[in-house]
Antibody, heavy 116, light 112 residues
């Protein structure tokens, strides 16, 4: 079964950091592009960024509004992608999903709450 | 950035009746390879989004044939031939032609 499972969410203070993980199974992870998408409570879907496969040098792209605070990485030996979030703001509070948009596979999401 | 605009934003439908959702993009979503990079998603209450339609008109695996996608360039339509109770949720169009990937605001379908 093709599956993506996010973890690492939680409560963090403004200005803090958090690293999310996305564990993949059931498909050739190393050849896949992995995206992160977030959704604030009651709001729409917002693309965060993506990381390409090794053949494309693990190139990353991000939404410009994040202004360098977020970094996506991957460890193909562990079939896992990561989202490192720094200088977190209250407005970063959201459910964070990892997804293979190419085939519509999404994880169940992990909730990040930024609050003092 | 490519702006995706959906209408209507709210859609009450009687079971068994048809429904249509419209999506307009600020730029053409036709790639030089001939594919149109427009997908439709449904997010049911409390769930992750699920892919319904990809490349504008191709139903994803397991999607009932009452769902169909059409359109080209900058104007797209998702049609449900006969709405069922399980179709309740928020529908999103999404363009994947260029980054940043962008979504429509969402259309909330509920049952009358």
């Amino acid at each position: 079964e093709v599956q993506l499972v996010e973890s690492g969410g939680g409560l963090v203070q403004p200005g803090g950091s958090l690293k999310l993980s996305c564990a993949a199974s059931g498909f050739g992870f190393s050849g896949s592009v992995v995206h992160w998408v977030r959704q604030a409570s009651g709001k729409g879907l917002e693309w965060v960024g993506r990381i390409r496969s090794k053949v494309n040098n693990h190139a990353t792209e991000y939404d410009a509004s994040l202004k360098g605070r977020f970094t996506i990485s991957r460890d193909d030996s562990k079939n896992t992608a990561y989202l490192q979030m720094n200088s977190l703001k209250v407005e970063d509070t959201a459910m964070y999903y990892c997804t293979r948009l190419d085939d519509g596979t999404w994880g169940q999401g992990t909730l990040v709450t930024v609050s003092s | 950035d490519t702006v995706m605009t959906q209408s209507p934003l709210s859609l009450p439908v009687t079971p068994g009746e048809p429904a249509s959702i419209f999506c307009r993009s600020s730029q053409s979503l036709l790639h030089s390879n001939g594919y149109t990079y427009l997908d439709w998603y449904l997010q049911k209450p409390g769930q992750s989004p699920q892919l319904l339609i990809y490349f504008g008109s191709n139903r994803a695996s397991g999607v009932p044939d009452r769902f169909s996608g059409s359109g080209s360039g900058t104007h797209f339509t998702l049609k449900i031939s006969r709405v069922e109770a399980e179709d309740v949720g928020v529908y999103y169009c999404m363009q994947a032609l260029q980054t940043p990937i962008t979504f429509g605001q969402g259309t909330r379908l509920d049952i009358k």
